[in-house]
Every structure is written in C-alpha cells, then in structure tokens.
C-alpha cells in the first residue's frame, strides 16, 4: 500500500476530514503544526494527513489496524500518552462507545497537547449524547459542536485547563467483585470492554468452569484466555490453577493494559499477557484449552465476523482433543459456526441472555 494512498472514508471520516479542513482554512497555521490521529478505524484519516503532508503522529488501539495501516502510518503508539501527543495541535478522534475512553484521551490531549490545541471528536449523530460534552468539559474551558455533516458531528473541544501528573485521576477504573466466593480486584482503562465490572456473560462462563472443569484443565496444561479484557477470567483461572501455563490476550492495548494492571493489584505474577491480532504469536496445535466470551460489536456496528474470526484462530492453535469454552449472547447463536470451525459442540449452560458451550478439535489421525 503506498504511503500517500486514499482509503475510502466512512461517514464519520467524511465530516471529520471536511471541519478539519475548515479549521486549517480558517487558522493556515495548523497545517504545519503537530496533528495526531487517534484510532483511526477506516484509514481513512491516516493516508489523508499523509497525503497532505501533515507533521502526524498515529495512536492505533488495535494490534488487526494497525499491521492493516501500518504501510500507511508507520510506528504507532498504542494509547494516548505525552509523547504522542506533546505540542499537539490538532487531533482527530472517532468517539468510541464508554465515555471512559473519551475521558481518558481528553485528559491526556488537554494535558499534552499545546495551549491551542483542537480536539475534534466525531461520531455519527445518532450516537451522540450530552454526557460527552460533560466529560470534555471538565478538562476544556471550551466545548461546541461543529455543523452536521453526512449525518455525523464533531465535538470541538479547546482551551485546555491546567492538569496535572502524568494519568487521568480516574484511570483506570477501579473495582472489587466476587467470582465464587473469592474477591477480585479489576482494573480497567478507557477502551476496555466492560469496564472494571463482572459481565454477565463472563459471570456464567466462571460459575460454569468452576462446577465442571473439562479435564484439559490440569496442572501442566496451556490456557489461553483470548479477548481478555480487563482480565476477570485469566486472574481467576491464575487463582485455581496455579500450576498451568496461562496466556492472555486481546487485539486491544487498552484491554493488555488492564489485564496486566488488573493481575497486579491480585498479586498474580507468571501470566503472559499478549497484544495480539486473533492468536498470531501462538503456534499451531499448541494450546490445550481457550476461554472466549468474543465481541460482537466494532464501534457501533453488530457483527459476528470477529467472532467467527476468532474460531478459526483456536481452530488452528488448539492441540488435537483440546477444548474451547465459550460464552455467547443467546441471540447469536454461534453453536453450529463452532461446530464447523473448531469440532463437536455441546451446551454446558445457559441462562436468559446467555449460553456456555464447549467445542473439542477432534484428532484428525484419529
């Protein structure tokens, strides 16, 4: 992919690309000053301020975005963070979905970036809501909204008030929740899925494993915990099974980072924890069991393909006779793609939104 090439834009990149450009007109100085692109979802951001010739720097959350843009960005920083976003003076954010995350990055822009920074955050209309006004207003003295366009807006944020250390105050997220009469302290940080709370579905998957452990799950055995998120499952499978190889990882640095914070602050230590696109570091037939719950949202689209995505990955890193345990929406119906992509598939429970199956790779020589 060439460096200066145009992907195609979506419409919130549209209106994004069209009032940047309507603040270089209007202040000519910003088309040589630092601009930061951060988690930019199509590319389409990216190869515009290299088309253009912009001094950019790139912040990409996902490990999948950003080998698929990396011909385009080059070396990313994975989160928002001073040395991505020093004497910044313009930044361009596709708001994601917890107001966590919008809070954590306008920190660190109005606690990095130069006194003129303009932090434009856009979003399709519709997904908008006057909570993120209040969280940009509690790091800028001077928040508005840009016109619509292509049914999407950008929140403007400017006059960065005066910060101070080197994280948000309330980052990451801190909590304590029970998981079979044990406490757990979780962590989290913007992008994290979840949060620091016990997802329901999570919260049937452990009470599951806990009452019927399959039999892969023995002492010398390899686990890997795959989109661990804040990472409830890996800390409690560390605190059952002390004796097994566990591995944890997500596509999410966010998500890496609250993993490793949450395994922390439960004084667990020997737990891998990988920023990984699906289980591309782990080699073929080498693990004997995967706990999933998987995503079944990007940003704000449903889409089971990540889901499938992920199948095919422990499909491919299992041992033969070694079992992935999954948790899913009821409504997804994900048993007969299990059955397909990874080997016979049986429930082992279920409640009103959620199912628990286990899938064994079957031995082909067998």
């Not at 959350?61 to 003076?89: N, Y």
């Not at 994290?192 to 999570?202: I, K, N, Q, S, Y």
Request: charged share 20%; with cysteine.
């Amino acid at each position: 992919m060439s460096m200066t090439q145009q992907l195609a834009p979506d419409n919130v990149d549209r209106m994004l690309l069209r009032v940047a450009q309507e603040a270089f007109e209007a202040e000519p100085w910003r088309r040589t000053a630092p601009v930061v692109v951060i988690h930019d979802v199509t590319g389409a951001l990216s190869s515009w301020a290299r088309k253009h010739e912009l001094n950019v720097r790139f912040v990409q959350d996902s490990a999948a975005l950003a080998a698929e843009q990396g011909a385009i960005t080059g070396p990313v920083e994975v989160a928002p963070s001073r040395a991505a976003l020093s004497e910044a003076a313009t930044v361009l954010y596709r708001l994601a979905r917890p107001l966590e995350a919008l809070e954590e990055v306008a920190w660190h822009v109005a606690r990095w970036g130069s006194a003129d920074v303009m932090f434009l955050a856009g979003q399709l209309q519709r997904h908008l809501n006057f909570s993120m006004n209040t969280v940009l207003e509690q790091v800028f003295d001077d928040v508005s909204a840009s016109r619509g366009y292509y049914k999407a807006r950008a929140l403007r944020a400017q006059s960065p008030k005066e910060l101070h250390g080197e994280t948000p105050p309330r980052i990451p997220r801190k909590n304590v929740v029970q998981v079979a009469g044990k406490d757990v302290q979780l962590r989290a940080y913007g992008l994290t899925f979840g949060a620091a709370r016990l997802d329901p579905g999570t919260k049937l998957l452990l009470k599951t494993l806990y009452a019927n452990p399959p039999e892969q799950f023995t002492s010398g055995a390899t686990i890997v915990d795959l989109g661990c998120g804040n990472g409830t499952i890996v800390t409690t499978l560390a605190q059952r099974y002390r004796n097994a190889t566990l591995i944890a990882t997500d596509d999410s640095a966010s998500a890496v980072q609250s993993t490793t914070a949450t395994l922390a602050a439960n004084d667990i230590e020997d737990v891998q924890v990988l920023h990984q696109s699906g289980l591309e570091q782990l080699a073929d037939n080498s693990v004997d069991a995967v706990v999933l719950n998987p995503p079944f949202h990007v940003g704000t689209h449903l889409t089971s393909d990540i889901a499938f995505f992920l199948f095919d990955e422990v499909a491919r890193t299992l041992k033969p006779g070694g079992v992935l345990l999954t948790v899913f929406n009821a409504a997804r119906n994900y048993r007969p793609q299990l059955r397909h992509r990874v080997g016979p598939t049986w429930q082992l429970a279920r409640d009103k939104r959620f199912i628990v199956t286990q899938s064994q790779k079957v031995d082909a020589h067998v």
